[in-house]
């Protein structure tokens, strides 16, 4: 029996394929796709075939770094947002990495300049690696400090 890691309520997240490390995260149950805030976001087509590019984060995030990335392995999926609207969402397939241990999950390129977190993690990357204990916070980000030191 595979042994599950407790996350609590929040964390941070690297995002190794983007370049991104320690942003903070809100774990939600009641979302099925995990969502990283992005802005800029264009479908465009080469001789290689369709791709979209986006920003992520935005200027005033401490890590935002004005880069456009790139992404060829992405859907465009029907989402239903926070408020129970539905809307369309491309969705990509990134590396991110908790507690150490790398995986590769499903996150919607979402607008979330008004969240308090811009990411989001969803019932699909938690299901079968995560229990949730909501009295707790940031543990996958207290044990890489820990491992700093």
């Known amino acids: 029996m595979k042994t599950k890691k407790i996350i609590g309520t ?3 997240i690297d995002f ?3 370049g991104f490390e320690n942003v903070k995260c809100k774990i939600d149950t009641g979302a099925m796709t995990s969502s990283i805030h992005c802005h800029e976001v264009r479908r465009q087509r080469d001789d290689q075939g369709e791709y979209i590019t986006f920003k ?3 200027p005033s995030h401490p890590q935002f770094r004005n ?4 992404v060829r392995d992405f859907v465009e999926r029907k989402i239903r947002n926070s408020f129970g609207h539905s809307e369309y969402r491309y969705v990509v397939r990134t590396r991110v990495t908790l507690f150490g241990k790398t995986f590769i999950s499903e996150f919607s390129l979402a607008d979330r300049e008004k969240m308090k977190y811009p990411v989001l993690l969803g019932k699909r990357l938690l299901t079968g690696r995560f229990l949730v204990d909501v009295a707790q916070r940031n543990l996958s980000y207290k044990h890489k400090k820990q491992l700093e030191l």
Do not use: G
């Not at 880069?67 to 790139?70: N, P, Q």
């Open 10 to 12: 929040t964390d941070r």
């Open 16 to 18: 190794s394929d983007f």
């Open 56 to 58: 992520v984060l935005d």
């Open 67 to 70: 880069r456009s990335v790139k």
